[in-house]
């Protein structure tokens, strides 16, 4: 398939190399970096100087990736795309979008005669070796279009194990990617992919938090314990039922910093954990441990833990995230 894509940054660059390692892909790039396309060094990719030339280099019908920041940047760019298309062409929101403006984006699409899926997206900086876990929102007759370019970016079946009992069920998501629904239902699912995805990493933090406290003056010398972290990370990553890419990342980052010396401690949200917090509100469903670990990022803002720490390691590691300034 031909595939027109904005952004260029930390995973749309990615998402462009894995795509066009498959030949039976093309792409038109797009980025407000002139130098973004040219440094993906790849054949079978247009860049497009403007949006204008994206569309006009593209086959009808059109499908075009937007892989840019949620908010402004990705409603702008939308806004603006759309005069440009004819029907039946295809938006995809592959961003951290809020869910609500998918529902409302979709409607104004529909009016014009256009499509638009959004995608939540899973894989960061890694997505290019490992494939982009994928959750979509769409009409069913668009989403099975674009099926190929999901294919290919997806992880694929990889050496895990078949869950027992999943015969007949959907192929798709033993391969790495959901259709879960109407337009908003993917970035649904994406956003509390990332509410959990908090809980997570906060439960490692603080757990190697008191693995490190082991040795405090506080306690009595007999009940003292200097423990190696990076060992424990890494021998809980072989066999131990909480083994999971984020204890490996956990392993990585304590074994090149054991104390973690290029962090500070000050632990961004990117809206998903919000989001996901108000919408158990909405659901009236308690969930005390993914509010905890959004309160405690913005605690982290203010004094620093080595949890905080860890925390700020794993976000990088997975995202390239870096931490807000003081």
Known sequence: MQLGVIGLGRMGGNM??????????????????PTAAQALGLERVTAAADLPALVAALAPPRAIWVMLPAGEPTEQTISQLAPLLAKDDVIIDGGNSFWQDDVRRAAMLRARGLHYVDVGTSGG??????G?????????AIVERLDPLFATLAPGAGDI?????????????????????????????KMIHNGIEYGLMQAYAEGFDILK????????????????LADIAEVWRRGSVISSWLLDLTSSALTKSPALEGFAGRVAD?????????????EAVAA???????????RSRHEHTFADKLLSAMRNAFGGHKEPPA
């Open 288 to 298: 005390p441990v993914l509010t905890a670990a959004l309160f405690a990022r913005f």
């Open 161 to 189: 194990p078949r869950t027992p009992g999943r015969e007949g069920r959907d192929p798709r998501v033993e391969r790495g990617y959901l259709h879960a629904g109407p337009s908003g239902a993917g970035h649904f699912v």
């Open 125 to 130: 900086i890694w997505g290019l070796e490992r």
């Open 213 to 228: 406290g082991a040795n405090s003056p506080e306690l009595p010398q007999d009940h003292r314990f200097d423990l190696d």
């Open 16 to 33: 462009v190399r894995r795509l066009l390692a498959d030949p039976a892909h093309s792409a038109v790039v797009y980025d407000r970096s």
């Open 270 to 282: 990117s809206g998903e954990g919000r989001w996901t917090v108000n919408a158990a509100v909405d």
């Open 132 to 140: 982009y876990c994928m959750m979509i929102g769409g009409e069913n």
